[in-house]
């Protein structure tokens, strides 16, 4: 198991679809007691206690700095420690340049790249205490290519914002033993494009991939756990792109 008694925090992790609970199920698997964040209406603690005895589901909002922090808090006081962090919270909205409001604007980039930092804030100082940590940001391909195939301008700067927070936080806080690491999922089969994909446009989709097919959960929470385990030990500050090939650069 590769991460025996780690303690693993995940944002946006409750949707049984989404690459967060992948993660969650994933994480577990390999031994590590996992604490699910989530907006209320979500459900986090009745997603954790799918995961089984001994994971913890809590209410955060990770646009509420002061929520980040009590939830830390929280987490500290359970398990003593924290050891992963993943930030995969995020929202998207399928706006083009000139439609773009404000309030879109905010909304997006205020769960997508604040919420990174402010949970990101949350748990550093405690890594730093003990001298490790691994921080995983799920941004996307999105940011690399200038737009995913569903996101808008808004998402995708939100996401290369995310990649610059990042690798800076991962030159900040190497020296204390933390690693920090992004990846891009390509298109991933879940609630986020709220079933305005038709089986003939993701069919289509699909012709443009080189493995042929959208990814799954899975594909992005098998990188979760290799970035999060020592198996990545030497791994700080990189991008690792999960995206069936879509792009190659
Ligand atoms: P999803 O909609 O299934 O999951 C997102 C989760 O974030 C939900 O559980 C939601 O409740 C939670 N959330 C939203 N706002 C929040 C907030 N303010 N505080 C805490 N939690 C909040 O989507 P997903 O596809 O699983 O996406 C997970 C991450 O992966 C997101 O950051 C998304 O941008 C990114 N991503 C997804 C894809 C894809 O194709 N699915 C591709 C690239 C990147």
Do not use: W
């Amino acid at each position: 198991m590769l991460l025996n008694d780690k303690i693993a925090v995940i944002t946006g992790g409750a949707g049984l679809n989404g690459l967060g609970y992948a993660t969650a199920r994933q994480m577990a698997a390999h031994g590590a007691r996992v604490v699910i964040l989530d907006l209320a209406r979500a459900e986090p603690a009745a997603a954790a206690a799918r995961l089984g005895e001994g994971h913890l589901g809590l209410v955060a909002d990770v646009t509420d700095k002061d929520a980040c922090a009590q939830a830390a808090a929280a987490v500290l006081k359970a398990f003593g420690r924290i050891d992963i962090l993943v930030n995969n919270a995020g929202i998207t909205q399928p706006v083009k340049t000139l439609e773009i409001t404000g309030g879109d604007y905010d909304r997006i980039l205020d769960v997508n790249l604040r919420g990174t930092l402010y949970m990101s804030q949350a748990v550093l100082p405690a890594m730093a205490e003990r001298k490790q940590g691994s921080v995983i940001c799920i941004s996307s391909v999105s940011a690399q290519r200038g737009g995913g195939i569903f996101g808008g301008p808004h998402y995708s700067a939100a996401k290369a914002g995310v990649l610059g927070l990042a690798r800076a936080m991962a030159r900040e806080f190497g020296v204390q033993g933390i690693r920090i690491n992004c990846i891009t999922p390509g298109l991933i089969e879940t609630d986020i494009t709220q079933g305005k994909l038709t089986p003939d446009k993701k069919a289509e989709i699909a012709e443009t991939i080189p493995l042929a097919r959208l990814g799954r959960a899975d594909d992005v929470a098998g990188a979760c756990v290799f970035l999060a385990s020592d198996l990545a030990a030497y791994c700080t500050g990189i991008t690792l792109d999960v995206n069936g090939g879509m792009l190659i650069h």
